[in-house]
């Protein structure tokens, strides 16, 4: 039996062509990490609860052709706040492609 140190990401690879594997590309990424390999502009906020729990946010503070473009955000956008089961994380809204999006 062997243990796995914590912060080692273990190698996820899915099954290819005739029996090959392959290494999913955003194994081991952050959520920053994913949503600017998929062309997005994030900030990260850090919340202290008033039971002094750190709480991480994301906000995704333009389009996607905001961000190409480098032009300014929007004003007056509608916020749209995403909250995810107790056993889960904030990797479920951003782990597919733009043609998939919630939107």
């Keep these: 039996m062997s243990i796995q140190a914590a912060n080692e990401v273990p190698e996820i690879a899915f099954a290819g062509p005739k029996g090959s594997a392959t290494i999913d590309p955003d194994a081991g990424k ?3 990490e994913i949503v600017q390999a998929r062309g997005y502009a994030i900030e ?3 919340v202290t609860t008033s039971d002094r729990y750190v709480l991480t946010m994301y906000r995704l503070p333009k389009t996607y052709s905001e961000s190409q473009s480098g032009s300014a955000a929007a004003a007056n956008k509608p916020a749209v706040h995403l909250q995810h ?3 889960d994380s904030s990797f479920t809204f951003v782990s597919n492609f733009r043609n998939q999006s919630l939107a």
């Design 44 to 46: 990260t906020h850090k």
């Design 30 to 32: 952050t959520v920053v």
């Design 85 to 87: 089961g107790l056993l």
